[in-house]
């Protein structure tokens, strides 16, 4: 079991460009989650996927940030363009199912200067 | 709403016992878990309650009261490598901020 995969693990990027996060869920997992990660709002709930298909997106901070996830072993978290609030860790986590344990990939840490 | 209250930072000894203690506002409410984190790193699942009383999974164990909203994460003999942050959460929507544990020698 590789466990949750995230891709890149850090990401410097200048304002203004696109940052696409990604993220390969354990296989036979059903549900995805991408969190974001800040001292300051601490683990937030962006987005989460149930069967590929999104169903809770209310988190999502604003239109610059959209994910996908076309089958069952990829998802993306895209922020275009990026400004430098969107510094945070982002983590993806998959379960078996909606309120299994989550099992996080070891995230992504973006800064956006 | 939707809210999980926990306090910010504790402090124990090596062999000491502690208890995170929990509170929650939240609407379809599920069950309540609880995962550490390590600085640097993820968070990793440690215990879970979707009824009430004490659950134990390996070392851990956790409480949970319905009725008073609220739970806690006892840790015994605590360990230098117990130092961590440690989460309460009605998954998946809803993360405390965490407890931020320093084990002391």
């Known amino acids: 079991d590789a466990g949750v995969i995230q891709s890149p693990r850090h990401e410097v990027t200048e304002m203004g460009q696109e940052v696409t996060l990604r993220c390969k869920p354990i296989?036979?997992?059903?549900?995805l989650f991408w969190y974001r990660q800040t001292m300051m709002r601490g683990l937030e709930l962006l987005i989460y996927f149930n069967n590929n298909v999104p169903i809770d997106d209310s988190g999502m901070p604003e239109d610059r940030f959209s994910a996908k996830m076309p089958n069952a072993s990829f998802s993306t978290l895209k922020i275009q363009p990026s400004e430098p609030r969107d510094s945070a860790v982002y983590f993806c986590?998959?379960?078996?199912?909606?309120?299994?344990?989550?099992?996080f990939g070891n995230g992504t840490r973006l800064t956006v200067t | 709403g939707q809210n999980i209250d926990q306090p910010t930072e504790m402090t124990a000894t090596e062999g000491a016992i502690v208890q995170i203690n929990c509170t929650y506002q939240?609407?379809?409410?599920?069950?309540l878990s609880w995962y550490q984190q390590h600085d640097g790193g993820a968070p990793t699942f440690l215990s879970y309650?979707?009824?009430?009383g004490l659950e134990e999974t390996g070392r851990f164990s956790s409480f949970l009261s319905r009725s008073d909203s609220y739970g806690y994460l006892p840790l015994q003999e605590l360990q230098m490598k117990d130092s961590a942050s440690y989460f309460c959460?009605?998954?998946?929507?809803?993360f405390g901020k965490g407890t931020r544990l320093s084990v002391i020698a």
């Open positions: 309650n979707g009824l009430d």
């Open positions: 296989s036979g997992h059903n549900s």
């Open positions: 959460a009605a998954p998946p929507l809803v």
């Open positions: 986590a998959s379960s078996y199912r909606g309120n299994s344990p989550l099992h």
């Open positions: 939240t609407s379809g409410f599920y069950g």
